[in-house]
């Protein structure tokens, strides 16, 4: 059996799998060619619970999308045919679905820039290479031996760069 990476994609997968095979296992829906690692990819940080919701959601998707008229471009689906589930209805089903961890949990996003805080280069530098880098450059972190940093502590006078700087940090 595989490990379990880091991230947990393996042990999402393997659930949204069953979780799509006892969907057509009562009913006749298909899923011939549904990657559950791309789906378990996009699900980071989902529960349990929400992978269920998930899979519900992209089978309602599925099956308004088999009741849509036609356009020109794709045949009629006859009435005999069993009810397909792909990647697009996940797609279409995370559309306004917010995850359990994240009801209730007021999310912001900040308007300030690298380029609106002065001077605080060494404090700027750290930060994106602490925060950024690891993202950014995620295939060359993945083969490092070195642990990554976990955390780090804004010391200054009492004034708002710190508190700019974590703002900054935050934003794309």
Sequence with gaps: MPETD????????????VLVKAKTSTSDLVAPQLNCASIA??????????LRDLVDRAVQQAAIR??????????????DAPLVLTAD??????QGFVPLSLRDVKLQKSDVAWADIGGLHDA????????????KY?????????????????V????????????TSTSP
């Design 124 to 135: 700027r530098k750290t930060l994106r290479e602490t925060l950024e880098w690891p993202t």
């Design 41 to 50: 990819a996009i699900t980071e940080g989902y529960l349990p619970a929400d």
């Design 89 to 94: 209805d996940f797609t279409s089903a995370q």
């Design 138 to 154: 995620g295939a060359i972190f993945a083969g490092c031996p070195l642990r990554l940093r976990s955390g780090c502590v804004l």
């Design 66 to 79: 088999s009741l849509s008229p036609p356009t020109s471009s794709l045949p009629s689906p006859s009435t």
């Design 156 to 167: 200054s006078l009492p004034s708002l760069f710190p508190l700019q700087l974590l703002f």
């Design 6 to 17: 880091y991230h947990g994609d393996f042990s999402r997968s393997q659930i949204v799998n």
